[in-house]
């Protein structure tokens, strides 16, 4: 499905376009891709890593058990089928493929397996605890069986298998390297890694060992670290890059008339917001303790910061009309949304000055905002900062490098955060790790006894009707307490060279190079 060149921006809007996989008669083999990242990655550890484009390496080198097809549908990828799941819920079985060797010549069995979601369950530091849920324990009956005991149903845990809570690392390299894994990562994939110059690039080459290597026509590809939006969209131009993730809405109109691009688009399943640091004062995995200011004691602070801004406003005038407001973790595109997970809280600054006075805060009210420091994140600041003004908000923008914004929002170092999530099929991976009292990314310090049981119910419910009606509940309060105020839904957009076959971007952001080629 390529864009076509001449179609005028807003009408492709709506459209997407996923990219269409390679056609072998077509292309040549060999070559090495450039792909110009907008952010460098954190951990190239997937029990670790919480960036996005993370997850755009380990596309290339580590394979999960299940995968996402364009549809957003869960398909296998280590596994042979999808989980057989006992009629009490408390038990799934999984079939894995034969014959599969990691990078370091290692077998990939069960044993990998179980060891792989052990470690996401007890690793310190892991960023998938809270997704793998109630696990009691992982069984191994045979090499090519993997049996997963739960204390409770789990209905998210198909969906997080296909994620990085999936991803099956060699225990070879695991027991040699332990926590430093990220330095040397190895797991099954089309590629391995090869080096990494960090703030600058990271190269993964073609693994002989993969066991559809025959599909893969590339030698290397090579992420380069272009953290601002124009340059990376003229390194796209000159040639010097072939793929540019997170394209701006600045630049993606004027590529989509050049005809030698192509500019791949989908609707994100994910969210970007503003994170209040409610109790989040020793940093992520210690115990909760509250911040003592107004923003962080008194939700309807919180409530007036949300009045102030205008999201359709945002949207319309900094992002070209080309990304989505939401209000909400739930994608309107979900299976599992509703009215009630759409609700969205009216642009009302009067009621924001209101609140304000009511909570006793004198205005205008200082708040600090940490972001990254690219243009297009400082546009969106700026846009903001103008905007709360009128509610009596005086906002102070901290612009830092990406990998700073991760640590320092981690150690609980920031009042107010602007950052977003990639977004995922099952909603319970974009609401429990960040708002569950023991979520393990909830950098809010957000702590619910009602929240926490409304989302233990939806991961313990078989029925798909319930699970929508819990969630909708779930957004209704979410909105009375705003530890994390929805803003607006990225389009995933990509910029792609017609000299390359192959690049796909599917709903859940992750730019897929690692079966693309260069054109004969």
Not at 351 to 367: C, E, H, I, M, N
Not at 481 to 499: A, E, F, M
């Amino acid at each position: 499905m390529e864009s076509s060149g001449d179609q005028p921006s807003g009408q492709a809007a709506g459209q997407d376009v996923f990219g269409d996989a390679a056609d072998p008669a077509k292309v040549k083999d060999g070559g090495t891709l450039t792909v110009a990242l907008s952010a460098d990655p954190d951990k190239l550890d997937p029990t670790l890593s919480r960036s996005l484009y993370s997850r755009y390496v380990f596309h290339t080198m580590c394979e999960k058990l299940y995968d996402l097809g364009p549809d957003a549908k869960i398909v296998p990828q280590l596994a042979t089928a999808l989980p057989t799941i006992a009629p009490d819920g408390l038990s799934l079985t999984i079939p894995l493929r034969e014959g599969v060797k990691f990078a370091d010549g290692g077998t990939f069995d069960s044993a990998a397996v179980k060891l792989s979601i052990e470690r996401g369950l007890t690793l310190a530091g892991s960023g998938r605890k809270s997704e793998l849920g109630p696990i009691a324990e992982v069984q191994t009956p045979d090499p090519k069986t993997v049996v997963i005991k739960l204390k409770k149903p789990f209905a998210p845990l198909t969906a997080a298998l296909a994620d990085r809570a999936g991803m099956v690392l060699s225990p070879a390299t695991v027991n040699k390297l332990g926590a430093n894994f990220s330095t040397a990562p190895v797991c099954v994939g089309p590629f391995k890694f090869a080096s990494r110059v960090a703030q600058n690039s990271i190269k993964v080459v073609k693994d002989p060992l993969y066991y559809d290597a025959a599909k893969v026509h590339l030698d290397a590809i090579e992420y380069r670290i272009i953290t601002d939006s124009s340059i990376r969209s003229a390194n796209l131009r000159s040639g010097d890059a072939q793929v540019a993730d997170s394209l701006s809405t600045q630049d993606a109109p004027a590529l989509q008339k050049d005809s030698n691009m192509s500019v791949l688009q989908s609707q994100s399943l994910g969210y970007q917001g503003l994170t209040v640091n409610i109790a989040n004062a020793n940093g992520i995995g210690n115990p909760l303790k509250q911040l003592d200011t107004p923003i962080a004691k008194d939700p309807r602070v919180r409530q007036a910061l949300e009045a102030s801004i205008d999201r359709e406003a945002l949207v319309k005038s900094i992002f070209n009309g080309l990304n989505t407001v939401a209000c909400s973790p739930i994608s309107p595109k979900s299976e599992f949304t509703s009215d009630a997970a759409q609700v969205c809280p009216a642009h009302d600054p009067a009621k924001a000055k209101d609140l304000l006075k009511q909570a006793g805060v004198s205005t205008p009210y200082k708040v600090s905002m940490i972001t990254s420091n690219n243009p297009d994140s400082l546009r969106l600041a700026q846009a903001l900062q103008a905007m709360v003004k009128e509610g009596g908000f005086e906002l102070v923008i901290k612009p830092v490098e990406y990998a700073s914004l991760l640590d320092q929002q981690d150690r609980g170092d920031f009042e107010l955060l602007q950052l977003g999530w990639s977004g995922r099929v099952d909603p319970d991976a974009n609401i429990y790790n960040f708002v569950g009292t023991t979520g393990s990314q909830n950098v809010a310090g957000y702590s619910s006894p009602d929240v926490d049981k409304l989302l233990t119910d939806a991961r313990q419910a078989k029925d798909k009707a319930q699970r929508i009606q819990l969630y909708g509940q779930v957004v209704t309060k979410l909105h009375e307490d705003d530890p994390l105020i929805y803003l607006y839904r990225q389009r995933n957009l990509t910029g792609v060279s017609k000299k390359v076959l192959g690049v796909q971007t599917y709903p859940d952001g992750v730019i897929r190079t690692a079966f693309a080629a260069f054109a004969k």
